[in-house]
């Protein structure tokens, strides 16, 4: 028997080339630049890109991916920036819903009764904002919020203020307070103290700013503010709203007697040495004329109660009120200030 021999093989079966595994940095890279975690994804989105290259791995799409998702969040970003930054830049609104430091023009050209448009301080402006007071607790009532709001802002423009006695006689410390229960639930719980001029003319520069002042001015102008704000407020309070007199004439009557203690107590220490000739004495005479005004502060205080008998007490007070604010307007120019118009 014959034998057939077999046929010869036909080789080895080629077995299939395992394909490359895909980049754990390039996986993440991409979930990470779909969530806009940008940071994560620009860091991880390189990496897989240099290991995907050196070591074969796929993965190389989904990092390029990830890096295009990190570019549009951070072009997003940018666009969301400079719009912002040009709403801030011509902000409008209620005046209550401003800051302290906030210059603005009318948005009506009249008053702040139709919000106000947002300006910097160095352009001329309708005003500014010179102070926020809080009020705690619950809504007080009409008469009783508006008497502290506006002894409230009286006491916080005089420390905002750098020089309360630096502006002409139409300035006035206008005061925006809660005037019902309703304003109050809404969220306005603050008043809002406004320095502006009732003749309709502008201000320039900060009122805030008091980096031209002398360590000397400073320091008087400081003791002094809040009589003087009083008095703006007093010399020019209507007979619609004699219920503040009597609070403002008390308070004015308290500052007086202060300030007037703590004027004898600086001409005592001759303050500030060289260039204070005479200042001493402008110093006692302030003091002595804010002393009489405390007097009559007091009795005006007891007698305002009601808006005849108020008409009758802002006519008289402008005696004493001169008195005082001619003794300032010279310790003005002794401490090389100048006095307004």
Known sequence: ????????????????????????????????????????AVVLGIVALFR?????????????????????????????????????????????????????????????????????????????????????????????????????????????????????TAARLNVYFPPSQSAWDSGFRSATC????????????????????TAQQKQVLALTAESVLLRMKLDYLPGAHWQIAAPLESRLAAVDRSEASALRGLAAQAPGGAGSDGLPSLLTALADTESAEAGHASVNATVATNASAWQ????????????AENAYA????????????
């Open 1 to 40: 028997m014959t034998l057939t021999p077999a046929p010869p093989a036909a080789g080895q079966p080629t077995l299939p080339v395992a394909r490359p595994r895909t980049s754990a940095a390039a996986v993440i890279a991409l979930i990470a630049g779909v969530l806009a975690l940008v940071p994560v």
């Open 52 to 168: 995907t290259q050196r070591r074969g791995l796929r993965g190389k799409r989904l990092a390029v991916v990830a890096l295009s998702f990190s570019a549009a969040w951070t072009a997003l970003a940018m666009i969301g920036i400079i719009a912002s930054a040009a709403y801030v830049g011509s902000q409008s609104g209620p005046i209550e819903t401003f800051a302290t430091g906030t210059c603005f023009t009318y948005t009506d050209s009249v008053d702040a009764n139709s919000g106000i448009d947002v300006i910097g301080c160095d352009a001329r402006h309708d005003g500014e904002i010179v102070g926020v007071y809080g009020l705690g607790g619950s809504f007080p009532g009409t008469s009783a919020s508006e008497v502290q709001s506006v002894l409230g802002c009286v006491r916080t423009a005089a420390q905002e203020i750098a020089d309360p006695g630096g502006f002409g």
């Open 194 to 213: 406004v320095l502006t001029n009732a003749d309709g003319s502008q201000f320039s520069g900060d009122a805030r700013d008091g980096s031209r002042l």
């Open 312 to 323: 009758q007490i802002s006519d008289a007070r402008n005696a004493t009120d001169q008195t």
């Open 330 to 341: 010279d310790l003005r120019t002794g401490l090389g200030l100048s006095n307004p118009d």
